[in-house]
């Protein structure tokens, strides 16, 4: 078993993996994904396990991607080129990667998320099975403001006109709107996330082991045949493109962070959005 920096893994029949940087706000980045893959991997693999429960210690379930080292990928200056080409964009976020190895899980992972999840920390949750998130938690794709994002397998989850709200203004979405809409499975409490996941999970577990994986065939082969994977392949290639692209908005989001700090390139973004109700920290209505 790998010695892991990122996640807490605890194996057994009810198999815990729990992101554990909290003060990084729980990003996803590529050491974090690689962890995670494995781990997850491990709990495929081991006979004696049933379900998975996925969380994630501190304020936030996943703040998305590390914006800030997204930043020190590109140059942002006229007349320079990325210093990541396509081909590389292509190479670092193929679905094969990363979405399709957690999408192909032949067993169920249970989650459960508090705070934020953003961006590709939305993706992320929707990859569970179950979702069980605080009843503060909320999604929100506010980097789509100034950078790519892909976000459109969401409709999956919430439908097409939801899902154009999310991506074309940056909104928060709240865990009870996601839940009416049949996104997730449960709204409970912020400090009663953890013990519900794991309710979840202790249920699915009194089930036979191949009655759950032939269910979870079944269902994902419906997904499939609705186009899922080709939902998900197709977000990835609007990110890589946006990436690629680099318009005047983003490159001077990128300039600001880098010149002024974090807190300046967010007002930046977001404070356009304010006057209309916007918070980034938490779900307000449009």
Request: charge should be neutral.
């Amino acid at each position: 078993m790998s010695e892991y920096k990122t996640i807490i893994y605890e194996p057994g029949p009810i198999t815990r993996i729990i992101h554990n940087e909290p003060e990084r706000n729980n990003v996803m980045g590529a050491q974090f994904q690689e962890e995670f893959l494995e781990a997850i991997g491990d709990f495929e693999k081991n006979r004696e396990a049933k379900v998975a429960v996925s969380l994630s210690k501190g304020k936030h379930f996943a703040a998305g991607h590390d914006i800030s080292n997204l930043g020190k990928k590109q140059t942002w200056e006229k007349g320079q080129s990325n210093q990541w080409t396509e081909t590389r964009w292509r190479s670092a976020c193929d679905p094969r990667r990363w979405v399709y190895q957690i999408w192909d899980i032949s067993k169920p992972i249970v989650t459960g998320a508090q705070g934020a999840c953003l961006a590709a920390g939305a993706q992320f949750l929707m990859l569970h099975d179950i979702i069980v998130m605080g009843e503060s938690a909320f999604i929100g794709f506010e980097i789509t403001r100034v950078s790519g994002a892909g976000g459109g397998d969401m409709q999956m989850w919430l439908g097409y006109r939801k899902t154009f709200e999310l991506a074309c203004t940056g909104w928060n979405m709240g865990a009870r709107e996601l839940y009416r809409l049949g996104a997730i499975n449960k709204v409970v409490p912020d400090d009663k996330v953890e013990s519900e996941a794991m309710r979840f999970a202790e249920i699915i577990s009194l089930m036979p082991l191949e009655t759950l994986r032939l269910n979870k065939a079944s269902l994902k082969f419906g997904m499939n045949q609705m186009g899922a994977r080709d939902m998900l392949w197709h977000s990835e290639e609007t990110n890589i493109l946006q990436h690629c692209v680099g318009e005047e908005r983003e490159k001077e989001f990128y300039r600001i962070m880098k010149e002024q700090g974090m807190k300046a390139a967010l007002e930046f973004r977001d404070g356009p959005f304010e006057k209309y109700g916007y918070n980034r920290h938490k779900a307000t209505e449009i």
